[in-house]
């Protein structure tokens, strides 16, 4: 089979490994840079317990299910692409400021009393207590597309930067082609999988969700889970702390505010007061992709050999070896689709 694949995040990419693994030919056309997007953007947290809460049934146990696939899956492609994403399991620890707060979170799991937390973080302010899970991980965005880029090239597949899908070419209700500034690209089947920019392309109603970041340079020694409290989360990755993040309704709008600078800087502070005096090293934006109904598009669209890989929101990097396994198998005709994330629910409600 041949495929094109529209979009070279980790959606995309990893689907076009699994692809090139079962003998098809693939090409990724990518806007801009593979695993520049949203992948390049994300904290990587692989968060089943923080992000899910009020997630539906369907979701949870697409959640589930990839956080399962999630070891083999980081070792695969470390092996393949020979090089480290930096896949950690050190937990997550979700803090409560008051009794009120440590109640909430009880029916969730394990609690820690406020000495427990303090002896796992030593430089937290105090706090009532925590839900702590233990196994839940972190990958590194950033080397992750990178890792899928290579592994991907080393299979064989074809990725081509700097090019944007401008239109498609349909015959009857199938895709033929599809067109970017360059050229014309044919192919039996296609992967809608563009992230935020997905509903410029096709009546696909995902929009963008602005997520700012700021990175902190972490003293010598500093070890910690990823942390959730105040609004905000924490992520050490290497010599860094990664604290997110924003959620704005703006558009293709990624410019970096000092208001968003300040607030996470702020609300760190508030939970680790020595980050005052942490160094700033970075900070960044990007573009969440998100649904009218805030679950996943995934599943042919009206066109029955295009599918659509999109909308996963705050949840890309931990769903995404699921999604390539399930959109591999619908893309070579096999597997089920689920109907909660069916594409085709919105049909009719776009204009
Ligand atoms: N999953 C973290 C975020 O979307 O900010």
Redesign the pocket.
């Known amino acids: 089979m041949r495929a094109v694949i529209i979009g070279a995040g980790v959606a995309g990419l990893a689907t076009a490994w699994r692809l090139l693994q079962a003998g098809d030919s693939v090409t990724i056309l990518e806007r801009a840079q593979p695993g520049h997007g949203a992948t390049w953007a994300?904290?990587g947290?692989l968060?089943v317990t923080a992000?899910l809460e009020d997630a539906v049934e369907a979701e949870r146990q697409l959640a589930l299910e990839a956080d399962g696939l999630w070891p083999g899956f980081a070792a695969e492609l470390e092996a393949a692409a020979d090089a480290k994403i930096g896949y950690c399991r050190d937990g997550t620890l979700m803090l409560a400021a008051d009794a009120a707060e440590l109640e909430a979170l009880r029916p969730r799991g394990r609690l820690l009393d406020a000495a427990a937390v303090a002896v796992r973080v030593p430089l937290l302010a105090p706090v009532a207590g925590a839900l702590w899970v233990p196994g839940e991980a972190h990958v590194d965005s950033r080397a992750l597309g990178a890792a899928l880029t290579v592994a991907v090239l080393k299979a064989g597949g074809t990725i081509l930067p700097n090019e944007a899908v401008v239109t498609i070419d349909r015959r009857e209700d199938r895709a033929v082609a599809v067109r970017t500034g360059f050229g014309r690209y044919e192919a039996d089947s296609f992967l809608l999988a563009a992230g935020a920019w997905s509903g410029l392309l096709e009546n696909i109603p995902v929009t963008p969700a602005k997520?700012e970041m700021i990175a902190l340079a972490t003293p010598p020694g500093f070890q910690a889970p990823v942390i959730w409290g105040g609004g905000i989360?924490m992520v050490p990755m290497k010599d860094r702390l990664l604290v997110?993040?924003t959620?704005q309704d703006a558009g293709f709008d990624t410019t970096l505010t000092r208001a968003a600078r300040d607030h996470l800087r702020g609300r760190a502070a508030a939970l680790i007061p020595a980050v005052r005096d942490w160094p700033l090293l970075e900070q960044w934006a990007g573009l969440?992709p998100k649904s009218p109904d805030g679950l996943p598009l995934l599943g042919p669209s009206h066109l029955s050999n295009l599918f659509v890989a999109s909308g996963q929101y705050?949840?890309g990097i931990l769903f995404a070896p699921a999604i390539a396994a399930m959109m591999a198998r619908l893309m070579r005709g096999e597997g089920a689709i689920i109907p909660d994330f069916d594409p085709r629910r919105f049909i009719g409600s776009v204009a």
């Open positions: 994300a904290a947290m968060a992000e997520g989360y997110g993040a959620v969440r705050r949840n």
